[in-house]
């Protein structure tokens, strides 16, 4: 599976953005995914993830009310709406992909390259 990021940018706090994450090679559909970020001298860290059927979803707790995970399967593209930006959420966010197929919870074995966003205060 190949991932591809975008819709990073810079936004003011409280503002929203709507990352998008197109996945091509062989059956994207039967993939969960995932979304993970780095802040600048930061470890990376998970954000959230949606299952391949999208029936299940989990986030980081700092994100939870604020962000929200979707796929659209026949489009191959997995989305990450964050709303009521802060700035803490400054980081660059990368999409990822389970290693398995239909499987539940992820084991994260591919990745994409990242898309930065930036929260002024």
């Known amino acids: 599976v190949q991932l591809q990021a975008s819709g990073g940018g810079l936004v003011q706090a409280g503002g929203s953005l709507r990352l998008s994450c197109a996945a091509s090679?062989?059956?994207?559909?039967?993939?969960?995914f995932g979304w993970f970020r780095q802040a600048p001298g930061k470890g990376r860290e998970f954000v959230a993830a949606i299952s391949w059927n999208a029936e299940d979803t989990f986030y980081k707790d700092s994100v939870k009310g604020r962000f929200t995970i979707s796929r659209d399967s026949a489009k191959n593209t997995v989305y990450l709406q964050a709303t009521n930006l802060k700035p803490e959420d400054t980081a660059v966010y990368y999409c990822?992909?389970?290693?398995?197929?239909?499987?539940?919870?992820?084991?994260?074995?591919?990745w994409g390259q990242g898309t930065l966003v930036t929260v002024s205060s």
């Open positions: 090679g062989r059956f994207p559909s039967a993939y969960a």
């Open positions: 990822a992909a389970d290693a398995k197929q239909y499987n539940w919870p992820p084991e994260f074995g591919f």
